[in-house]
């Protein structure tokens, strides 16, 4: 039977698309459907927004998804509440957004010209953002009482007038900096993260589906913004190329059939290939061939 995936549909679903296909494999979104196509037979998709994606996979309506360890507590935090049990399990934290290949914040964050210093400053006020739950809980550990209303979204334009402050998500800020708000505390931290039901890792078939998947998309995330370089070097020359080289692990370093020399091939940050490339050259490396890289299995 084939593996019952969910895909974020809304701001992360292109990100995604785009880091499947770096894993190997061709998601294909039309317009029209919520049923995208990809070319491996043994996996169907289906986009759902990340903030419902838990509680289908929880309820088993989906073997796996991806979604934010945000709505991933939000749903928690509800099925603690109604005495539900919990039969989402994490399987990979992937580190990517939006916009970079990093974690977001959920972050406290009040009008600029506003006198609320602290989340403390807000007792009694009203707090509006779309993480309801995740919210109540934060500020029943800081023991402040606050009214925490849903926001349907647009939320950075609602203080002061429609509450005081907010919690929003962001990755850079610039959209609070645009609506003049301050951030004043981080409620959490967020990466995606690739769930599954329980029920689904209890079949072997689809454990093991979940599990390839798995490692090729942490695979795929690992070599962003890596390169892999080879060069030839003679064997008096390699300690002071080897110097030179940051790498992932040692650089791997190979006899050739000139037994003065030696093949060396190693992973670097691509950032740091303009200046790297002219220092081993003058360190007498030669053929230095820089190519991309599509996965580094750790």
């Not at 494999?25 to 838990?54: K, T």
């Not at 959209?175 to 769930?195: G, H, K, P």
């Not at 209890?202 to 454990?207: P, S």
Request: with cysteine.
């Amino acid at each position: 039977m084939a593996l019952k995936l969910g895909l974020p549909k809304g701001s992360l679903q292109d990100a995604t698309i785009q880091l499947f296909a770096r894993a190997g494999f061709n998601v294909y979104v039309s317009s029209r459907s919520y049923y995208p196509s990809i070319d491996d037979p043994d996996i169907e998709c289906m986009l759902i927004r990340a903030q419902e994606m838990a509680r289908y996979v929880a309820d088993g309506v989906l073997d796996a998804g991806l979604t934010g360890q945000d709505w991933i507590a939000e749903h928690a935090v509800q099925r603690e509440a109604s005495g539900r049990e919990n039969t989402v399990t994490p399987i990979a934290d992937l580190i990517y957004a939006k916009q970079s290949f990093g974690r977001v914040r959920w972050v406290l964050a009040v009008p600029e010209d506003s006198p609320y210093r602290t989340p403390a400053d807000l007792a009694g006020k009203t707090v509006a953002t779309e993480l309801v739950r995740v919210t109540e809980a934060y500020f029943r550990r800081l023991d402040v009482p606050v009214n925490v209303e849903f926001s349907w979204g647009a939320t950075e334009v609602k203080p002061p007038v429609l509450a005081d402050a907010i919690v929003e998500v962001t990755e850079t800020g610039s959209s609070l900096r645009a609506n003049r708000l301050r951030i004043i505390d981080t409620v959490m931290e967020s990466n995606t993260q690739l769930i599954a039901n329980t029920c689904a890792l209890a079949d072997l078939g689809k454990r093991e589906k979940i599990d390839n998947l798995s490692t090729l998309l942490r695979a795929a995330i690992e070599a962003h913004g890596r390169v892999g370089l080879m060069l030839n070097v003679r064997r008096p020359d390699l300690e002071r190329v080897l110097g030179l080289l940051p790498a992932l692990q040692r650089p791997t370093v190979s006899p050739l059939s000139e037994d003065n020399w030696v093949a060396v091939n190693t992973i670097i940050e691509e950032r740091t290939v303009r200046e790297l490339i002219p220092r081993l050259k003058a360190a007498r490396a030669q053929g230095i061939v820089e190519y991309p890289l599509n996965k580094i299995v750790l």
